[in-house]
């Protein structure tokens, strides 16, 4: 059985930091492309960072690139999303996910802007809130 557990949001000050973890059961995620989303009150869910299966690389939306930083920790089986600098519109709820089968394409870069295919993920965490207030 599948299963992703999201971990560590919070109540935290702008240009503060959180690390966000992505805990993996079921399947060894280091196989797998694995996407964070975002959703806040009011408005859509939002992608903001992939990391491929096939070779590490990662992707990041604009809004996010150059604060945020996706990783995994095999050991772990573990895939971590490090958020500095952040700012009151970063508050939301933040998911992990997984594509439906590996053979997908579900995110990346398009002539150097971010993608993402949200019916492409079909195994999600259920989130875990993140609030950037002073």
């Known amino acids: 059985q599948l299963q992703l557990v999201e971990s560590g949001g919070g109540l935290v000050q702008p240009g503060g930091s959180l690390r966000l973890s992505c805990a993996a059961s079921g399947f060894t995620l280091d196989y797998y492309t694995i996407g964070w989303f975002r959703q806040a009150p009011g408005k859509e869910r939002e992608g903001v960072s992939c990391?491929?299966?096939?070779?590490?690389?990662?992707y990041y939306a604009d809004s996010v690139k150059g604060r945020f930083t996706i990783s995994r920790d095999t050991a772990k089986n573990t895939i971590y999303l490090q958020m500095n600098s952040l700012k009151p519109e970063d508050t939301a709820t933040y998911s992990c996910a997984v594509p439906r089968a590996r053979s997908l394409t579900p995110c990346g870069y398009s002539s150097g802007h971010y993608f993402y295919i949200a019916a492409h993920f079909g195994s999600w965490g259920q989130g875990t809130q993140v609030t950037v207030s002073s």
């Open positions: 990391i491929s299966g096939s070779d590490g690389t990662t």
